[in-house]
């Protein structure tokens, strides 16, 4: 009877990747990387994501704070003060995570606009390189993803149709937004370039925006509010690409 090893879980071979393990742990996970093709493709598909948020989002940390925010750190009555100042904390910590401004937001764009633009760029990047898992719910299984994220958001969810542009639907998946659950929908082209379609609830009374474009390191985002709801379009098309795409989806989604 053979005996086959335990398995090794998702938390330790993360902390393999990220270089947390002393190096008798991290010498027993590479004996086992040698012999199993499959875990070894995991750990190179991680490792790559790593690689794709180091080079897009570490020349944030060199950025100075834009002045109109630093601006916004000094008003005179006090009891305004704090949640500003909160909301400021946030956006740095969005900053640092992944998405970087660049001053071409118009003035009005609220803060829960531009959060919304952050985390669909982190979460494209994170989940549009994943190789054997880029989605929870494949799209021959659209109707049921339609169903549980809509019942999950609680709100009617459509998925647009933009294969007449190239890009097929793949699926979807369950994420976790700022103030409760968000969907994400990924479509692909047939180079394998991935886009994504990101989706929040608003909850902060958020008025209806028109498309605004931002990009970062690698990754455009086109996003918009309608109804409370959030939209996201992220990938590497350019802006004309994605106003192409957001309107089409936009005639999908505005009901």
């Given at each position: 009877?053979?005996h086959?090893?335990?398995?090794?879980?998702?938390?330790?071979?993360h902390?393999?990747?990220?270089?947390?393990?002393?190096?008798a742990?991290?010498?027993?996970?590479?004996?086992?990387l040698?012999?199993?093709?499959?875990?070894?493709?995991?750990?190179?598909?991680?490792?790559e994501?790593?690689?794709?948020?180091?080079?897009?989002?570490?020349?944030?940390?060199?950025e100075?704070?834009?002045?109109?925010?630093?601006?916004?750190l000094?008003?005179?009555?006090?009891?305004r003060?704090?949640?500003?100042?909160?909301?400021?904390?946030?956006?740095?910590?969005?900053?640092?995570?992944?998405?970087?401004?660049?001053?071409k937001l118009?003035?009005?764009?609220?803060?829960?606009?531009v959060?919304?633009a952050?985390?669909?760029?982190?979460?494209?990047?994170v989940?549009a390189?994943?190789v054997?898992?880029?989605?929870e719910?494949?799209?021959d299984?659209?109707?049921h993803?339609?169903?549980?994220?809509s019942?999950?958001?609680?709100?009617?969810?459509?998925?647009p149709?933009?294969?007449?542009?190239?890009y097929?639907?793949?699926?979807?998946?369950?994420?976790?937004?700022?103030?409760?659950?968000?969907?994400?929908?990924?479509?692909q082209?047939?180079?394998?370039?991935?886009?994504?379609?990101?989706?929040?609830?608003?909850?902060?009374?958020?008025?209806?925006?028109?498309?605004?474009?931002?990009?970062?390191?690698?990754?455009?985002?086109?996003?918009?509010?309608?109804?409370?709801?959030?939209?996201?379009?992220?990938?590497?098309?350019?802006?004309?690409?994605?106003?192409?795409?957001?309107?089409?989806?936009?005639?999908?989604?505005?009901?």
């Open positions: 009877m053979s086959q090893p335990p398995p090794i879980s998702d938390d330790t071979l902390a393999y990747v990220d270089g947390r393990l002393d190096a742990h991290s010498a027993e996970i590479e004996t086992r040698a012999t199993d093709a499959t875990l070894s493709a995991r750990v190179q598909a991680w490792r994501q790593n690689q794709a948020l180091h080079a897009l989002f570490d020349p944030v940390l060199d100075p704070v834009p002045a109109r925010l630093a601006q916004t000094a008003p005179p009555a006090r009891a003060w704090l949640p500003i100042a909160a909301a400021i904390g946030w956006l740095a910590v969005g900053g640092i995570l992944g998405w970087t401004v660049h001053g118009e003035p009005a764009t609220p803060i829960e606009a959060a919304l952050q985390r669909a760029a982190v979460a494209h990047v989940y390189s994943e054997q898992h880029p989605v719910v494949k799209a299984q659209e109707q993803l339609v169903h549980w994220l019942k999950r958001l609680g709100t009617e969810l459509r998925v149709d933009l294969n007449r542009f190239g097929q639907l793949v699926g979807g998946r369950l994420l976790p937004g700022d103030k409760g659950p968000a969907a994400q929908f990924m479509y082209e047939a180079r394998g370039t991935r886009l994504t379609l990101y989706v929040a609830i608003q909850t902060d009374g958020t008025q209806e925006t028109a498309f605004r474009y931002e990009t970062g390191e690698g990754v455009n985002v086109l996003y918009w509010v309608d109804h409370r709801r959030g939209f996201a379009l992220a990938g590497e098309a350019d802006r004309a690409t994605l106003l192409r795409l957001g309107h089409a989806a936009y005639e999908t989604l505005s009901f």
